[in-house]
């Protein structure tokens, strides 16, 4: 059991996701980050499927009431045990009683932190992950406070032997040079006049204060859409299309440019110009407010090669922590 | 005996020297703070989150406008 004695500024209880529910509008959640998500739980010996806790902005403290083993991944947030610190991107024993605090984060947008046996609360509709717009998942569908009780599974290993481990460095991230994410234009970029669509893919945006889970609003140059007489069952203004489904990252521009993110609303009636690839929604998901992004176009072929590519860096990750 | 600090950020946003427009600032230059003191707030994410001092101290000067954009460990104000 862990208790909270400070939840942070947004921190929330996810796992891999909820899939197959996207019809009925109910959107994946899930790690926005899924490489600082499956590294945390890979360091203490958890699939990847188990839940780890979310961190934006600002760590969370907590108390052990056993002794157990975690790791802090993700953006750096000084994590400490009893005052001492410790490092990110590896496995850090605690006892019983011991308190891990974490501050700010000063590279990156999100932390993680995953503790041996997994954060055991229930599976809604088949995931531990916290939709927090709806109230479900996670400890109470909604974020944590000082005084919540988190429950953990039984390790999957032997605590002693999980200790040593660490991602290599060359293998963490630095969140502050990664400011290109890979898209691919559509559904619907014949809206756009043909000098928006280029300014969409050399322009920089700029992050705003209004970028959460459900979506990051951008500010940069005005986007143009061509006119036309909107057709039947569009709204009036030269954004709105008839209703589509959103792709999970894909980018619409209703004024400025929000690109989608995994608590999204899952259909609706914005032109959606571009979709961010899945392997590159954890880099944007690093950006800070006020951060640059640069989109870069790619086709479907490159976007299915830059997956499998994120993937197998991935397997060679947990590979490299298990040796 | 000059012992100056600064306080930062602590998270990227829009930096408010008052909770509401029509409020007085919450701390002026050339205010006595204690630690803990809110000496303004920062918008993300649509929340408000209070940026305290960290010790106690003379405000000397605010280094951000009101409603400034700050990022992460962005110098805030001068504490001396």
């Known amino acids: 059991m862990i ?22 509008g109910m959107p994946p959640s899930g790690a926005m980050d899924p490489y600082a ?3 945390a739980n890979a360091l203490v010996g958890n699939k990847k499927e188990a839940a780890t806790v979310e961190m934006t902005y600002q760590g969370i403290t907590a108390v052990f009431n056993e002794d157990t ?19 990110m991107w590896e496995a850090v024993a605690v006892e019983a009683g011991d308190e891990l605090d974490m501050g700010f984060a000063t590279s990156g ?18 995931s531990q992950s916290t939709y927090t717009l709806v109230g479900i998942g996670g400890h109470e569908g909604r974020t944590l406070e000082s005084g919540d009780e988190l429950p953990v599974g039984t390790p999957s290993d032997g605590l002693a032997d999980l200790k040593d481990r660490a991602l290599p460095h060359e293998m963490v991230p630095e969140y502050a040079d990664e400011e290109t994410v890979r898209i691919i234009l559509g559904l619907t970029d014949y809206r756009l006049t ?43 203004d030269p ?9 999970v990252g894909s980018i619409q521009v209703p004024q400025k440019p929000i690109v989608l993110m995994q608590d999204a609303v899952t259909g609706g009636g914005y032109a959606t110009v571009g979709t961010v690839i899945s392997p ?44 | 005996m000059s012992n100056e600090t600064t306080i930062n950020a602590p998270m990227p946003g829009i930096f408010y020297r008052q909770s509401d427009p029509d409020d007085p600032p919450f701390a002026e230059e050339g205010d006595t703070v204690e630690e803990g003191d809110v000496i303004g707030l920062v918008e993300v994410m649509k929340n408000y989150h209070e940026i ?25 104000a001068e504490l001396e």
């Open chain 1, 69 to 87: 083993v975690v790791a802090v991944t993700g953006a750096d947030v000084s994590p400490t045990v009893d005052g001492d610190p410790v490092g």
């Open chain 2, 52 to 76: 305290q001092a960290d010790s106690a101290g003379t405000v000397t000067a605010f280094l951000v406008e009101n409603e400034g954009e700050i990022t992460a460990d962005q110098p805030i």
């Open chain 1, 194 to 236: 043909d000098e928006s669509r280029e300014a969409l893919c050399t322009e920089e945006w700029t992050v705003t204060p209004e970028a959460d889970r459900v979506g990051y609003r951008l500010d940069g140059p005005d986007i143009e859409f061509v006119e036309r007489e909107q057709p039947f069952g569009a709204g009036p």
């Open chain 1, 3 to 24: 208790e909270i004695r400070n939840g942070g500024v947004a921190s929330t209880i996810q796992d891999t996701g909820r899939s197959g529910h996207y019809h009925i």
């Open chain 1, 37 to 39: 998500h499956t590294v």
């Open chain 1, 109 to 126: 947008a999100r932390a993680y932190l995953a503790v041996a046996g997994g954060i055991d609360v229930p599976e809604i509709m088949g």
């Open chain 1, 239 to 247: 954004s709105n299309v008839v209703d589509l489904g959103y792709p």
């Open chain 1, 280 to 323: 590159d929604r954890g880099v944007l998901a690093q950006r800070q407010t006020h951060d640059s992004v640069y989109f870069e176009s790619v086709d479907v072929e490159e976007a299915l090669d830059a997956r499998d590519t994120a993937a197998t860096y991935l397997e060679e990750a947990t590979d490299a922590i298990r040796d």
